[in-house]
């Protein structure tokens, strides 16, 4: 494998919509390229970059993988990403490490979710993006609606510069507008073999409506050439793709290219646009760090002068061999078996076998330019969104923001010898993927873990059992409840026994009152004349406490709540701490009852995005959840609806969002506070409660 300078590299995220062709796509050109040597399959679960046995079962991507195309004396670095919405962090992670986006867009759905989930994160980045019209040959292709629809729903700045002879199953051409030629394909060759021909008369028209729209568009671009245009003059082909190239950089244009990866027409074009068109590495703007330590902002130019900087951007553990790391150099080179630092983990890394990915293959080189992308295996202490620079300049790069968490589940392990291993394997698949979390709650007594959506959490279970060999379940998380007191009591316990020797003897009276949100619990000692003597006034407050804690409407602790403790009685020899305490618990159970107890059920503020056309669907859900609706507002595009949602109320949420708003709909939620449950809600967690206890 050649090593390639900054200059003669392309870094290109290849991002859309799940489904949309990206797999088939790298596979396809890594394979006309020459740099992978088969033209595999996602159905036949041989594609280059769907390699993982998660991809292959399933049959779409999961995790960001990388491969590339040695073309033009360049080196496009692909790195393929998921569509699904699950797994948008590696589409975001793909989007970071990469210069340019290349949006994949069905020729036969045109602009979906994913799509634009994809564009505004490429856009927010600042990176040069090119579309490609994929799935070309597939019944129903239409290029014309889908160009109109990225129009109308994405961007004004699409622009082609090919368009198709034939659609779906008829396609069997592409005319280039810049050369004004028409590449007419040979069916069957594996490469996509081409004649290349005059444009056929039928399509002359098309070709002047396209070509006339592309020079206008590229000439609104740049003054000088606008002027020149208006004013009659034939613009050359090397101004308009010079034009064309900046506008590209700059974000103001977005080409438009056409093909199709199973029958390979295309893709050699696409190719060479990638390499011409999509900026270098080292073209692309500065970006400012921090020098560790000092927090000083620092500028890093890709350059292979400057000292060493990379970032983690993705990390996957393999069998056998452990953690693997991608990272993007940013800054100086890497030399296999160079020595690094990772500063805010204090930790020196040797970057043993330096390698290049395709697909699952790595090919070790002796070293990497300023700009490339590359991996290595077995760092100790580094994982993903982890800057790798020198002891001589440390510093730190800006985190690639993972998307937070919106589904929380419950996991338990099928096996009780299995459970050590269980909190290793989720802090292992935490590393690997920053979008997963996992905690163990005490007062739940339960492992939670959280991701985006379900799919996502089922995969993570599945690698659990596979890399780590953890057989679990997921199940429904359990719901923090709290008990509190509507109204004021006061009464008796008594705690007195007489068998044979010595007795038990502790007699108290106390008073209930509720106090405010967030005010805790408050022991009030009232005694006057040592009628509890005063060292066993503590036991009267600790039996309570321990009573309260079991609840009284279902189980759950109480609190919020002021004890008095005012009058009691004592005696000589049979009283003690001991008997002070079940006093305490006696008179706790009895007075509770009349202090009007409630159940507190913690209530979450919720926002939910989602089109116009399924906001009524929406609310009526949240409405058949408890939910409160606070309010709605339209962006334009979506309609945000708030409201107040019972926690027990959103399991599952994810799922029923999706399939509501066939995948547009996205959410947020935050815990707002503890309200008062509904009585029927409140007896039903209660007999849940004693269910629970029965069977432990
Ligand atoms: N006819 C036809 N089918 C295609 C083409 N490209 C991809 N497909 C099929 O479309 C399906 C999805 O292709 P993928 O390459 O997995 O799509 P993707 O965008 O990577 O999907 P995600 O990984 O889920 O985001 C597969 O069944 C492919 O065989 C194409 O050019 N023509
Ligand atoms: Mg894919």
């Given at each position: 494998m050649r090593v390639y300078k900054g200059d003669a590299i392309r870094n290109v995220a290849v991002v859309g919509h799940g489904g949309s062709g990206k797999t088939s796509l790298v596979d396809a050109l890594a394979f006309v390229a020459g740099s992978s040597k088969r033209h595999g399959s996602v159905d036949q679960g041989n594609s280059l970059t769907d390699y993982t046995p998660d991809e292959i079962e399933r049959q779409y991507s999961i995790n960001l993988a990388l491969a590339h195309a040695e073309w033009m004396d360049a080196k496009i670095n692909l790195i393929d990403t998921p569509g699904y919405l699950d797994f948008?962090?590696?589409?975001?992670?793909?989007?970071?490490?990469?210069?340019?986006?290349?949006?994949?867009?069905?020729?036969?759905?045109?602009?979906?979710?994913?799509?634009?989930?994809?564009?505004?994160?490429?856009?927010?980045?600042?990176?040069?993006?090119?579309?490609?019209l994929s799935l070309m040959d597939k019944e129903h292709a239409d290029f014309e609606r889908v160009y109109q629809d990225?129009?109308?729903?994405?961007?004004?700045?699409?622009?082609?510069?090919?368009?198709?002879?034939?659609?779906?199953?008829?396609?069997?051409?592409?005319?280039?507008?810049f050369s004004k030629k028409c590449?007419?394909?040979?069916?069957?060759?594996?490469?996509?073999?081409?004649?290349?021909?005059?444009?056929?008369?039928?399509?002359?028209?098309?070709?002047?409506?396209?070509?006339?729209?592309?020079?206008?568009?590229?000439?609104?671009?740049d003054d000088d050439l606008l002027e020149r245009y208006l004013g009659g003059e034939e613009i050359s082909r090397d101004e308009t793709i010079a034009a064309m190239k900046a506008g590209v950089a700059s974000g103001e244009l977005c080409p438009l290219l056409v093909g199709s990866a199973v029958t390979t027409y295309g893709m050699r074009a696409l190719l060479n646009k990638l390499v011409e068109m999509m900026p270098r590495p080292t073209e692309r703007p500065a970006i400012m760090g921090e020098t560790w330590g000092k927090a000083e902002p620092v500028e890093i130019v890709t350059s292979d002068d400057g000292e060493f900087v990379a970032q983690v951007f993705k990390t996957v553990s393999e069998p056998h061999v452990g953690d693997v790391s991608f990272f993007r150099i940013y800054s100086g080179t890497v030399t296999n078996g160079m020595t690094v630092y990772n500063a805010p983990r204090e930790a020196t890394e040797k970057l043993n076998h330096v390698s290049v990915a395709q697909g699952k293959d790595r090919e070790e080189v002796p070293m990497l330019h300023a700009g490339d992308v590359g991996v290595v295996a077995k760092l100790r202490d580094t994982h993903t969104n982890d800057t790798l620079s020198t002891e001589k300049r440390p510093v730190v790069l800006p985190k690639i923001p993972f998307p937070e968490a919106l589904t929380v589940l419950s996991v338990q392990v099928k096996n009780r010898a299995e459970e050590d291993k269980l909190s290793t394997g989720l802090q292992k698949l935490h590393e690997e993927d920053p979008t997963f979390r996992h905690e163990f709650n005490a007062e739940l007594r339960q492992t939670l873990i959280s991701g985006r959506g379900e799919r996502h959490l089922e995969i993570i279970i599945g690698r659990l059992e596979r890399k780590f060999g953890v057989h679990a379940e997921l199940g429904r998380p359990a719901v923090a409840y709290r008990e509190t007191f509507r109204g004021k009591a006061e009464g008796q316990g008594k705690h007195k026994k007489q068998s044979g020797g010595r007795g038990q003897y502790g007699d108290c009276w106390v008073r209930i009152a509720p106090m405010p949100r967030g005010s805790g619990y408050e022991f009030v000692d009232q005694i006057k004349g040592g009628v509890i003597p005063g060292k066993f006034v503590p036991a009267v407050n600790k039996g309570i406490k321990e009573a309260s804690?079991?609840?009284?409407?279902?189980?759950?602790?109480?609190?919020?709540?002021?004890?008095?403790?005012?009058?009691?009685?004592?005696?000589?020899?049979?009283?003690?701490?001991?008997?002070?305490?079940?006093?305490?618990?006696?008179?706790?159970?009895?007075?509770?009852?009349?202090?009007?107890?409630?159940?507190?059920?913690?209530?979450?503020q919720v926002e939910v995005w989602t089109p116009e056309e399924n906001l009524g669907e929406v609310m009526g859900d949240l409405s058949s959840r408890r939910g409160q609706i606070l309010g709605s507002e339209s962006d334009g595009r979506l309609t945000k609806v708030k409201a107040m949602v019972p926690e027990a109320e959103m399991y599952r949420y994810s799922t029923t969002l999706h399939s509501m708003t066939h995948g547009r709909g996205t959410f947020h939620w935050e815990f707002s506070s503890y309200q008062d449950a509904p009585p029927d809600v409140a007896r039903k967690v209660g007999e849940e409660k004693e269910k629970q206890l029965a069977e432990a």
């Amino acid at each position: 494998m050649r090593v390639y300078k900054g200059d003669a590299i392309r870094n290109v995220a290849v991002v859309g919509h799940g489904g949309s062709g990206k797999t088939s796509l790298v596979d396809a050109l890594a394979f006309v390229a020459g740099s992978s040597k088969r033209h595999g399959s996602v159905d036949q679960g041989n594609s280059l970059t769907d390699y993982t046995p998660d991809e292959i079962e399933r049959q779409y991507s999961i995790n960001l993988a990388l491969a590339h195309a040695e073309w033009m004396d360049a080196k496009i670095n692909l790195i393929d990403t998921p569509g699904y919405l699950d797994f948008v962090g590696d589409a975001i992670a793909g989007i970071y490490a990469a210069d340019s986006a290349l949006v994949v867009i069905s020729a036969t759905s045109g602009v979906e979710v994913g799509t634009e989930s994809a564009w505004g994160y490429a856009e927010q980045r600042g990176l040069a993006r090119m579309f490609f019209l994929s799935l070309m040959d597939k019944e129903h292709a239409d290029f014309e609606r889908v160009y109109q629809d990225i129009k109308e729903h994405l961007t004004s700045k699409v622009i082609p510069i090919e368009i198709p002879v034939g659609e779906g199953p008829d396609f069997k051409g592409i005319i280039n507008l810049f050369s004004k030629k028409c590449h007419m394909y040979k069916s069957g060759t594996k490469t996509g073999e081409y004649e290349e021909v005059e444009i056929p008369d039928e399509y002359r028209d098309r070709f002047e409506t396209y070509s006339q729209e592309l020079i206008e568009t590229i000439a609104t671009t740049d003054d000088d050439l606008l002027e020149r245009y208006l004013g009659g003059e034939e613009i050359s082909r090397d101004e308009t793709i010079a034009a064309m190239k900046a506008g590209v950089a700059s974000g103001e244009l977005c080409p438009l290219l056409v093909g199709s990866a199973v029958t390979t027409y295309g893709m050699r074009a696409l190719l060479n646009k990638l390499v011409e068109m999509m900026p270098r590495p080292t073209e692309r703007p500065a970006i400012m760090g921090e020098t560790w330590g000092k927090a000083e902002p620092v500028e890093i130019v890709t350059s292979d002068d400057g000292e060493f900087v990379a970032q983690v951007f993705k990390t996957v553990s393999e069998p056998h061999v452990g953690d693997v790391s991608f990272f993007r150099i940013y800054s100086g080179t890497v030399t296999n078996g160079m020595t690094v630092y990772n500063a805010p983990r204090e930790a020196t890394e040797k970057l043993n076998h330096v390698s290049v990915a395709q697909g699952k293959d790595r090919e070790e080189v002796p070293m990497l330019h300023a700009g490339d992308v590359g991996v290595v295996a077995k760092l100790r202490d580094t994982h993903t969104n982890d800057t790798l620079s020198t002891e001589k300049r440390p510093v730190v790069l800006p985190k690639i923001p993972f998307p937070e968490a919106l589904t929380v589940l419950s996991v338990q392990v099928k096996n009780r010898a299995e459970e050590d291993k269980l909190s290793t394997g989720l802090q292992k698949l935490h590393e690997e993927d920053p979008t997963f979390r996992h905690e163990f709650n005490a007062e739940l007594r339960q492992t939670l873990i959280s991701g985006r959506g379900e799919r996502h959490l089922e995969i993570i279970i599945g690698r659990l059992e596979r890399k780590f060999g953890v057989h679990a379940e997921l199940g429904r998380p359990a719901v923090a409840y709290r008990e509190t007191f509507r109204g004021k009591a006061e009464g008796q316990g008594k705690h007195k026994k007489q068998s044979g020797g010595r007795g038990q003897y502790g007699d108290c009276w106390v008073r209930i009152a509720p106090m405010p949100r967030g005010s805790g619990y408050e022991f009030v000692d009232q005694i006057k004349g040592g009628v509890i003597p005063g060292k066993f006034v503590p036991a009267v407050n600790k039996g309570i406490k321990e009573a309260s804690e079991r609840g009284v409407v279902a189980g759950y602790p109480v609190v919020d709540f002021r004890i008095e403790c005012y009058d009691g009685s004592y005696h000589n020899v049979d009283s003690s701490e001991q008997a002070f305490r079940m006093a305490g618990i006696l008179a706790f159970k009895k007075v509770a009852k009349g202090a009007k107890p409630v159940l507190l059920e913690p209530i979450l503020q919720v926002e939910v995005w989602t089109p116009e056309e399924n906001l009524g669907e929406v609310m009526g859900d949240l409405s058949s959840r408890r939910g409160q609706i606070l309010g709605s507002e339209s962006d334009g595009r979506l309609t945000k609806v708030k409201a107040m949602v019972p926690e027990a109320e959103m399991y599952r949420y994810s799922t029923t969002l999706h399939s509501m708003t066939h995948g547009r709909g996205t959410f947020h939620w935050e815990f707002s506070s503890y309200q008062d449950a509904p009585p029927d809600v409140a007896r039903k967690v209660g007999e849940e409660k004693e269910k629970q206890l029965a069977e432990a």
